[in-house]
């Protein structure tokens, strides 16, 4: 019997791994051939560690400025967004570019956290394309309800 609250945590789990072999099988595949470039299906590689106190977050985002990235905390799931957009100049559009993947770059990802953490103390950096958020645990929260007697 699972102490989980969460009924639907064994479905997230299952559809990470699919994510997960998704992203492997098209690792391997010469998707130009498909009209996408590599750049469209770039993930958002992550490691997330418990360290008793806090949970540590680690994401690569390379390529984007800090102010590129987004990153917000909804309950137990955290979201990471990051989006460059290069300005197109007249220049540039003179130019005859048989193929241009720089003009949009966007990487998303959504990770639920295992345990409550405290949204207060929540703390983000980045340095050389590499966010790392530390995310202190909240501490477990007095159960509600009335006592019922025993007899």
Same mark, same amino acid.
């Given at each position: 019997?699972? #102490? ?14 699919? %994510?997960?072999?998704?992203?492997? *099988? @098209? ?12 750049? +469209?299906? #770039? ?7 418990? =360290? ?19 990153? !917000? @905390?909804?309950?137990? #799931?955290? =979201?990471?967004?990051?989006? =460059? ?7 540039? &559009?003179? &130019?005859?570019?048989?193929? *241009?993947?720089?003009?949009? %770059? *966007?990487? *998303? ?14 703390? +983000? !950096? ?7 958020? #530390? ?6 929260? +007095? ?9």
């Amino acid at each position: 019997m699972s #102490t989980d609250s969460n009924p639907f945590r064994a479905l997230e789990k299952q559809f990470e791994r699919l %994510q997960q072999q998704l992203e492997e *099988s @098209l690792s391997m595949w010469d998707i130009d051939q498909f009209g996408q470039s590599q750049a +469209a299906v #770039t993930t958002m590689g992550i490691d997330l560690a418990d =360290h008793g106190e806090e949970f540590v977050l680690t994401a690569d985002v390379p390529g984007f400025e800090r102010d590129d990235i987004d990153v !917000r @905390l909804s309950k137990d #799931t955290i =979201h990471i967004t990051a989006t =460059h957009e290069s300005e197109t100049t007249d220049e540039r &559009e003179d &130019e005859f570019y048989i193929k *241009s993947e720089r003009a949009r %770059q *966007s990487l *998303s990802r959504s990770i639920r956290l295992p345990e409550p953490v405290d949204e207060e103390a929540v703390e +983000a !950096r980045y340095r050389n394309g590499v966010l790392t958020i #530390t995310l202190p645990k909240r501490e477990p929260e +007095a159960r509600e309800g009335q006592q019922i007697d025993i007899e």
